[in-house]
């Protein structure tokens, strides 16, 4: 399968500062990239889609200047979370949709290994 | 009504048995089915994908798909502790937007020993 990596895997920072989470496509090219939220024992919530040289969309209820998303080549994607905040502490994972040779339906997704955020 | 529907379980198997997961979907049109298990504390990794009616086989992974009853199901054979995780049914639907994938709450399986 395709690999998705992100940097870093943990971070713990005090509140009212930002942190930058990188997710790489290594393999392939990624047009579009998804990034999700998770708190524990919860389901994966989709935060935003992330399309290669255009801006994000975001899902409702999503602060958009709070969770910084930048998609400025067909390998990186970034998320940027702004004067984090304790509640900001959840398990945040990308995901790279994988273009099939066929129609776009038979395109798979695949996840990044996830980031840790701890907000002090 | 959710958009994808799996039971949370926890649903308990003994070690050497089938594992059933099942999956309920609204969007008729959906197109492409996933499934995905998650270890606890990782993300979730494709396991095996699906968009024809009837049965798809990879080892010991069997998916199935009633596009008719809007049903797709993930069995497992000679259920190991390994495949104790939460799995996550997904479906990109023909209505979602930018192809996203509409992910299920996950049903959380156990294998006993």
């Known amino acids: 399968g395709a690999v998705v990596s992100q940097h870093p895997s943990w971070v713990i920072c005090k509140s009212g500062t930002s942190v930058k989470i990188e997710c790489r496509s290594l393999d392939f090219q990624a047009t579009t990239m998804f990034w999700y939220r998770q708190f524990p024992k919860q389901s994966l919530m989709l935060m935003a889609t992330?399309?290669?040289?255009?801006?994000?969309?975001?899902e409702q209820g999503v602060e958009k200047d709070k969770f910084l998303i930048n998609h400025a080549s067909l390998t990186l994607s970034t998320l940027t979370v702004t004067s984090a905040h304790p509640e900001d502490s959840s398990f945040y994972i990308c995901?790279?949709?994988?273009?099939?040779?066929?129609?776009?339906?038979?395109?798979?997704?695949?996840f990044g290994p996830g980031t840790r955020l701890t907000v002090l | 009504q959710k958009e994808v529907e799996q039971n949370s379980g926890p649903l308990s198997v003994p070690e050497g048995a089938i594992a059933s997961l099942n999956c309920t979907y609204s969007d008729r049109g959906s197109q492409s089915f996933f499934w995905y298990r998650q270890y606890s504390g990782k993300s979730p990794e494709l396991i095996m994908f699906i968009y024809s009616n009837g049965d798809k086989e990879d080892g010991r992974f069997t998916a199935q798909l009633n596009k008719a009853s809007q049903y797709v199901s993930l069995l497992i054979r000679d259920s190991q502790p390994s495949d104790s995780a939460t799995y996550l049914c997904?479906?990109?639907?023909?209505?979602?937007?930018?192809?996203?994938?509409?992910f299920g709450s996950g049903t959380r399986l156990s294998i006993r020993p």
């Open positions: 992330s399309n290669e040289g255009s801006k994000a969309t975001y």
């Open positions: 997904a479906v990109r639907g023909v209505y979602s937007s930018a192809s996203k994938i509409i």
């Open positions: 995901s790279a949709r994988v273009r099939s040779s066929g129609v776009s339906f038979t395109d798979t997704q695949y």
